[in-house]
């Protein structure tokens, strides 16, 4: 396990009570590098959607449980939000919660000239990601997929 992974891990098992006491369950823990600052980022959410005030009260329990563990060596900006309505995918439980649900994803590389697509999630597996484009499925290898995420629909 990286730094990074293990820095997310134990994040996650802190938050797991918060989660429960708040009311919310945990949609992803992100440790990530942008711009040569360090960003913790939680993302909550629950039936019905978060609000401000919610995350503002997730935030703030996590970051006593942060100090009290003390397990993090770089200075860092603690986010915790919604995922919003277009969420990233990432973990299987994500694929599991969307099957059936409209999806857009770009492809590092493109495959037939094109590196963007959209279509209904159909399956995933821990290598494949099938998404049906136009009453045609079409099977995507997950290592190839640089962005996979809920389409919007307004």
Known sequence: MTRKESIETRTEELLTPIALD???SIYDVEY???AGEWY???????????DINKCVDVSRALSDALDEND????????????????R?????????GSLGMDVELRTFKPIDGCKEFAG????????????????????FVRKD???IRLALDF
């Open 22 to 24: 708040q009311g919310v």
């Open 32 to 34: 990530v590098k942008e």
């Open 40 to 50: 913790l980022r939680a993302y909550i959410d629950r039936e019905g959607g978060v």
């Open 71 to 86: 397990f993090i060596e770089d200075a860092y900006t603690l986010e915790v939000s919604s995922p919003g309505l277009g």
């Open 88 to 96: 990233q995918l990432k973990k299987d439980r994500h694929f599991q």
């Open 120 to 139: 209904v999630l159909k399956a995933y597996d821990k290598e494949t990601v099938t998404v049906t484009i136009q009453d045609e499925d079409k099977v």
């Open 145 to 147: 997929i640089s962005v």
